[in-house]
């Protein structure tokens, strides 16, 4: 799959069949279109297809006061988007320039002039340009005058509901991970590179893989069940997502800190891209009285990821 940032270096894609949307999470909503999408090119409808995505996400830039959340990191919208099939992903940087942009120049400018799409897929619920005016009803009216021809996707029912990111965030901020992999069709995970530390888990016994995540994340904070996957290789591990109170009197960091420490192993992982499935949550982030207590805390929870590891491994 390619990886686009500037339009400017995507002629060889024009006449493709083109996606546009967050795609935050790639859950089977996304699946679904995406699958509409791939069989009209794989039916020779088109030479081929992808998905144009924004980054930042507009509700990030236009609601800077709202409490706004990522599913995954854009790393894990990449790597979903090639798994499934789509041959490119153009992304574009969300501005404000943009924001202000009318749907009929944002087409012109981002969509028509640099793609010249054969098909337009999106979902039923898509709004675009300068305060959302922009949907379903301007695309067919604009079909005839650009010719490509626009697929509308119905959104998808499951567990008695409509799947969306919206709804996905609210279950992780609960922990529900098994709701959460079914609308998902997978485990949850987050990938990221691992940045060093301040190596306060390494002096008591339990180092920790830090991702350099930086965004603010709808997984709720605690200690988790996890694997830790690296150079394709899959190694037991527990994870904390928090803010480390035991150490910092005030809140130090911006954003969740995610800290893998991989059982009963010890890989110097500084550098590496790694993917963090979760599985189970064991308890809430707590703030201890020091570090005696944390690892007493520790031991426990390394055992009971222990205990669910060996049980998984029996049941097959």
């Not at 699958?35 to 020779?44: E, M, P, T, Y």
């Not at 799409?117 to 675009?128: A, H, L, Q, S, Y």
């Amino acid at each position: 799959m390619r990886i686009y940032t500037k339009l400017e270096s995507i002629d060889e894609l024009k006449g493709s069949s083109i996606t546009i949307g967050n795609f935050d999470g790639v859950h089977l909503g996304h699946h679904f279109l995406l699958g509409q999408i791939k069989h009209l090119a794989d039916s020779g409808s088109s030479k081929s297809w992808g998905v144009i995505t924004f980054h930042p996400h507009p509700k990030q830039l236009l609601c800077p006061d709202a409490k706004f959340t990522y599913l995954q990191t854009r790393l894990d919208m990449i790597q979903e988007l090639e798994a499934l099939g789509a041959g490119f992903v153009f992304l574009l940087p969300f501005t404000q320039e943009i924001a202000l942009m009318s749907p009929d120049n944002f087409l012109s400018a981002y969509i028509i002039n640099p793609f010249l799409p054969k098909n337009i897929v999106v979902g039923e619920d898509f709004v675009f340009g300068k305060n959302r005016e922009g949907g379903i009803a301007f695309l067919r009216d604009q079909e005839s005058k650009y010719s490509y021809d626009l697929l509308v996707v119905k959104k998808r029912q499951l567990l008695g509901s409509e799947v969306s990111s919206s709804r996905i965030k609210k279950l992780l901020a609960h922990a529900k991970l098994s709701e959460v992999s079914q609308l998902l069709g997978r485990d949850y995970s987050l990938t990221g590179v691992v940045e060093k530390g301040a190596e306060r888990g390494r002096q008591i016994g339990f180092p920790t893989a830090n991702l350099k995540l930086k965004i603010p994340l709808s997984l709720s904070s605690g200690v988790y069940i996890t694997t830790l996957l690296v150079d394709g290789k899959s190694f037991s591990s527990m994870t904390n997502v928090g803010f480390n109170p035991t150490f910092n009197s005030v809140r130090e960091y911006k954003y969740l800190k995610v800290e893998t420490h991989i059982l009963n192993e010890n890989i110097n992982l500084y550098g590496k891209t790694v993917k963090i499935t979760f599985f189970k949550k064991i308890r809430e982030e707590i703030k201890f009285s020091g570090p005696k207590q944390l690892t007493e805390q520790l031991l426990k929870d390394k055992a009971c990821s222990e205990r669910y590891f060996r049980e998984h491994v029996e049941m097959g």
